[in-house]
């Protein structure tokens, strides 16, 4: 989310379904809209409510249209509301912010501390049913608000004055800075919000905005939506390109059309498009902090409460096939749900979190269909199951190359004995809300990084997260996780220990299945410049330029 976040399994792109016809063609193309950019998506918005989003689609737009204390520059942490990036005091426990008297929304109002201690609150409020209300941990008594125990104004937030923003945490938290910069933690304009009630966030004229841009002609089932510069916005003065333009459109091979016609400025490839332009002139791979990975389903199936079960479903994966034939996007195989390059060593820079974490991760992840098919005959004597057949449902998206990619997992997966598996792909709204419901027996998932460091990604799979969807539990992976998040806070060789340790459990309990990093491949026209893409996976649309 920006502790960022649901990944769509898949690409897709911009403009009117309407512009799809006849687009291949050279007579067709279209002159570029001056000061415009028009950029691929890979889905609708499922919600611009900052306490709600689960996603990078809304983590994205949110980050282009609103600003919380800190934003992204390239992978520095830079002052936004905040007039600077303050030094916490009291042993690491209390930072105060200096907010800027320049900020406005776009109604007018001034942006104030309160709105910070009101989004805050309202956050953590169970009556608000946050799925990212975890993330405030540490931050004082919020895992209890959460929980009902305390008030929700007891929560470690106050207003010292209109433009003074304080902070009390109950712990020390080593990456606070880059929390910050997360949408999840973006202030709220109070009246607003109330005056929509449970519509807050549902179209533009729900919204008001204090980000570089201002959403406009948008609903929520809306497969386009426009952004327009929003003068309102403190730093107007650097945001150069006027309007930004998206639309969904499910399929690789329309959205190269549509760029080659000049109706798109960037898109998404996958699959086969994106083997075939490969090289050519605006061809780029971006690899990206996120992974993609199986989650089983303990609750609703006690099969897959079994690790060798799960190690026999991992081994039956071929990820090197999976990755350069099926996807062909630039995706890498994938040993652990943490993705490499991401973080290193406090004690050696140049060790990566998951060079540590590889002999389990490979261990448990490389093709073996041998020792898949013991695995799996071991694993159904162990739960009273030999010799019976299961029918297995996997959830994926509906995006063209998601249904490639879970047709080839299908055709691996089937080659366990007894084994068939039924594809159930929907759209990523869907998938999202079944996910939550536990109306899934394997769902296919991902998870793109909120701040470079492996907590991010660790936190996920402890007993009861609220993005635990599969419910797998493990009682030494949940000790290192919150050894490392509480006692050893402040140790940054202890707390690597820890989650090096957490992570070697994950990897040997194949609790989730890991596949791939993900690596998006674009097309992007010469008159796009100085695409801004951060460590939390969304780019600073501030520093956007376009050549008209």
Not at 243 to 268: E, F, M, P
Not at 299 to 305: A, G, I, P, Y
Request: glycine fraction near 6%.
């Amino acid at each position: 989310m920006k502790f960022n976040k649901f990944l769509v399994a898949g690409a897709t792109v911009l403009l009117s379904a309407s512009a799809l016809v006849g687009c291949g063609s050279s007579s067709s193309k279209a002159q570029a809209p001056k000061s415009t950019v028009r950029i691929s998506a890979s889905d609708v918005i499922a919600t611009m409510d900052s306490s709600m989003n689960t996603d990078v689609i809304g983590a994205q737009n949110l980050t282009n249209t609103m600003e919380g204390l800190y934003r992204y520059k390239g992978k520095d942490i830079k002052p936004a509301i905040a007039t600077k990036v303050v030094k916490p005091t009291n042993n690491g426990l209390t930072y105060t912010f200096p907010l800027r008297t320049n900020a406005k929304w776009s109604n007018g109002d001034p942006v104030t501390a309160d709105d910070f201690v009101y989004s805050w609150r309202r956050t953590v409020n169970p009556k608000t049913k946050s799925q990212y209300a975890y993330i405030y941990e540490g931050i004082a008594n919020a895992k209890d608000i959460t929980a009902g125990k305390k008030p929700v104004d007891s929560l470690g937030v106050k207003a010292l004055d209109k433009h003074t923003f304080q902070v009390t945490l109950e712990k020390p938290i080593p990456y606070f800075d880059q929390l910050m910069t997360s949408s999840t933690f973006y202030p709220q304009n109070p009246k607003n919000v109330d005056k929509w009630g449970k519509k807050y966030g549902t179209n533009s004229k729900t919204l008001v905005f204090n980000g570089p841009y201002k959403l406009a002609k948008w609903n929520g089932p809306d497969n386009s939506w426009t952004e327009v510069k929003n003068n309102s916005y403190w730093n107007a003065k650097d945001v150069k390109v006027k309007t930004i333009q998206y639309q969904v459109v499910k399929d690789a091979s329309t959205a190269l059309n549509l760029y080659q016609s000049n109706k798109l400025d960037r898109v998404n490839l996958t699959g086969d498009t994106s083997k075939q332009m490969k090289g050519s002139k605006g061809y780029s791979i971006q690899k990206q902090n996120s992974t993609f990975y199986i989650e089983m389903n303990e609750k609703k199936n006690e099969l897959f409460k079994n690790q060798k079960i799960r190690q026999a479903l991992s081994l039956a994966i071929n990820r090197e096939q999976l990755t350069k034939k099926v996807l062909g996007n630039g995706t890498t195989p994938a040993h652990s749900f943490t993705p490499s390059n991401m973080s290193f060593d406090p004690q050696n820079k140049s060790k990566d979190f998951t060079s540590e974490t590889a002999k389990t991760g490979k261990a448990n992840t490389t093709y073996d269909v041998a020792k898949a098919k013991k695995l799996w005959k071991e694993g159904l004597a162990e739960t009273g199951n030999t010799g019976k057949k299961f029918n297995l449902t996997l959830l994926g998206d509906d995006t063209d190359i998601s249904k490639q990619q879970n047709e080839f997992l299908q055709n691996q997966l089937e080659k366990l004995p007894g084994l068939k598996i039924t594809l159930n792909n929907v759209p990523f709204k869907s998938r999202l809300s079944r996910s939550t419901s536990g109306d899934f027996d394997m769902v296919v998932t991902g998870w793109n990084a909120d701040f470079p460091d492996p907590i991010n990604f660790l936190t996920l799979f402890t007993t009861g997260a609220s993005n635990n969807k599969g419910n797998w539990s493990n009682a030494e992976y949940d000790s290192l996780v919150n050894k490392s998040m509480n006692e050893d806070a402040n140790n940054p060789a202890a707390r690597w220990k820890d989650m090096v340790d957490a992570q070697n459990v994950a990897n040997e309990q194949q609790g989730v299945i890991p596949l791939y990093q993900n690596g998006a491949a674009f097309m992007t026209h010469s008159r796009v410049k100085d695409l801004d893409y951060g460590p939390s996976g969304s780019y600073n649309m501030v520093s956007l330029r376009v050549k008209d």
